[in-house]
């Protein structure tokens, strides 16, 4: 007969912090090795989804204290508050996390534009077999 | 009077691409430094955004092949055909493509649960100020 192998404590723990993240009503985002999160912004009352950036630690801290979105520029390497230069603000109406807490849908009301080219949402084009074309 | 200055020739063609990327219709998909694009996962009819996961080259060229979602683990640094074992397949609709090419939208008819959990969606949980709650 064989031995039952012994539990791996460290595999016990990592698979209940999993479940918890899953399953439970604690809020325990994960950031990745960059420490970064996907953040997806959709209009909160069509759908749309506007846009797409990064949150950091201080850029979760910063939309929740706020009531509006604030990113992790990649690029500028900072905490960055959407539309404080063009006053196309993005008041987030509600905050969705993924089942392993490392994405989030922010449901906004936006006071303008989302894209910095102008455009309603971010993703204007759709790709075909030729290349992309504008949807509207 | 001052000389104009002489145009750098790196930063125009860094502009030039730039251009290119938001108003052309070229499929110009640019990935990070991991070589990553994040793909945002939404249901062609409700609206819903299902999940979110990141794409690279192969992900992207193996979606387009074959019309169904693949993605780029990271846990698992492969290729990934989602719901390959589930059989949860993500029938790919539309791609849209946002304005400096380095997110999608995949627009899905889902062949099943998009989350692993049995969830229709990974984003069942919303962060109130004492923790997640359900949606639904």
New interface residues.
Partial sequence: MERPKAPNSEETIISKNDLDR??????LPRF?AQGLA?A?V?HET????L??AFMDQEALDAT?ATGFAHFHS?SRGKLWKKGETSGHLLEVK??????DQD?F?LKVRPHGPA???G?RS??????GSD???R?D
Same sequence: chains 1, 2.
């Fill in positions: 899953e399953s439970g009503t604690a809020f990745d996907g997806i959709q069509t759908g749309e989804v846009m797409f929740r990649r509600a905050l969705l996390v993924d089942c994405a849908v894209c910095h080219t455009e971010c993703f204007y084009r759709q790709l290349g992309l074309t949807l």
